[in-house]
């Protein structure tokens, strides 16, 4: 069931309760405060960093909120509340969760992360094509070293999930003349990507890729699917890059790859356990970037989040459904 159609829902003069972590929200108020009284000046806004900032029974429309832990217990102290927007585009986390969730309208920030982490995943393919590794390492030792450079023009690049982000490294990566197939759940016309198939096919792709940018959402399905037979299908000298959530890609195969040299190298940014242990064999390993979870962060990133949000009033006004909604029952 997807929530989103509801022309029963009009907001005019709204009141929105802005929720965010203390720590955090002491640093974004102020350009909330700002964006509101430019964008959407009827509302009327409070802020709140949890359930104890909250009176029980306030009355509010719209909540605006990450995927905190205590949702449960903020959603049960508020009064009137029809719609819930996450300032994140992914939302696994409320499935756990008791709150109803075909009482509410969900929505999500979907594409807030497509430019940030399509340019992550462009530079980790720059990062080893261009052998930047290796000279980060020469330069540490006063080693002058010449050697011939690869470049990405003519590569094949295997895209897993062509979401949001998926087609905006697609994007990218045909600036670069790059061939780009992907995995898919439904086969569509995405510019620049020649072949599309379903995630249980992809060995007829990893067999010839060069590079896989791997941003599939953490499902049933999707859950520990880069695994060692993942791995010993991709061509010999393959980058993996892991854009996704921890837990698509388990940390031993990628390891038992580059040790058996079937992997070339390998730009991780998010793990099965974060942080990342410091006894783990992927830490100070030369043919490794660890970066710790930051593809999707920017300085813009709760500016795009906010505009999303206004996009989906306009949308829902104007429609009477969101254009980012939360499908209930299915994970994306």
């Not at 003519?154 to 670069?176: Q, T």
């Not at 060995?203 to 010839?208: K, P, Q, R």
């Not at 006894?279 to 920017?298: A, D, Y």
């Given at each position: ?53 909250i009176?029980?029974?306030?009355q509010?429309?719209i ?7 205590t949702l ?21 986390k ?14 999500k920030?979907s ?28 330069s ?8 011939w ?43 620049g990507?020649?072949t599309?198939?379903?995630?249980n ?43 996704s ?5 388990l ?17 991780l940014d ?15 390993n030369p043919?490794?970037?660890l ?8 300085q813009?990133?709760?500016s795009?989040?906010?505009?999303i ?24």
């Amino acid at each position: 069931m997807i929530l989103g159609q509801l022309m029963q829902y009009e907001f005019d003069s709204p009141k929105i309760l802005f929720v965010q972590k203390s720590e955090v929200l002491n640093t974004q108020r102020a350009e909330v405060l700002e964006f509101f009284a430019k964008n959407i000046p009827d509302a009327t806004l409070t802020f709140a960093s949890g359930p104890d900032d909250i009176i029980p029974g306030e009355q509010v429309d719209i909540l605006i909120t990450p995927t905190l832990d205590t949702l449960d217990e903020i959603i049960v102290r508020l009064n009137g509340l029809r719609w819930i927007h996450f300032l994140s585009a992914g939302v696994e986390k409320i499935w756990p969760m008791q709150f109803d969730k075909t009482k509410y309208l969900l929505s999500k920030s979907s594409g807030v992360h497509g430019v940030t982490m399509s340019e992550f995943a462009i530079g980790a393919m720059l990062y080893f094509e261009k052998s930047f590794n290796k000279f980060v390492e020469q330069s540490r030792s006063k080693e002058w070293q010449r050697f011939w450079l690869g470049e990405l023009t003519g590569k094949n690049l295997v895209i897993l999930g062509l979401g949001h982000i998926g087609s905006e490294i697609a994007k990218r990566a045909s600036a670069f003349d790059m061939h780009i197939s992907a995995t898919a759940t439904t086969t569509r016309d995405v510019s620049g990507v020649e072949t599309i198939v379903p995630l249980n096919e992809v060995g007829i792709l990893t067999a010839n890729a060069d590079y896989i940018v791997v941003c599939l959402p953490l499902t049933e399905q999707t859950r520990g699917c880069v695994d060692e037979a993942f791995i010993r299908s991709c061509k010999p000298g393959a980058v993996i890059i892991d854009i996704s959530r921890g837990g698509v890609v388990l940390e031993n195969a990628i390891l038992r790859g580059l040790e058996e040299d079937i992997l070339k190298g390998a730009a991780l940014d998010v793990f099965e356990t974060q942080p990342l242990p410091s006894k783990s064999k992927l830490w100070n390993n030369p043919r490794v970037l660890l970066t710790p979870h930051v593809s999707g962060t920017t300085q813009e990133y709760l500016s795009k989040a906010l505009y999303i949000f206004k996009s989906n009033l306009e949308s829902l006004e104007s429609t009477g459904s969101t254009s980012t909604p939360v499908s209930v029952g299915k994970m994306y």
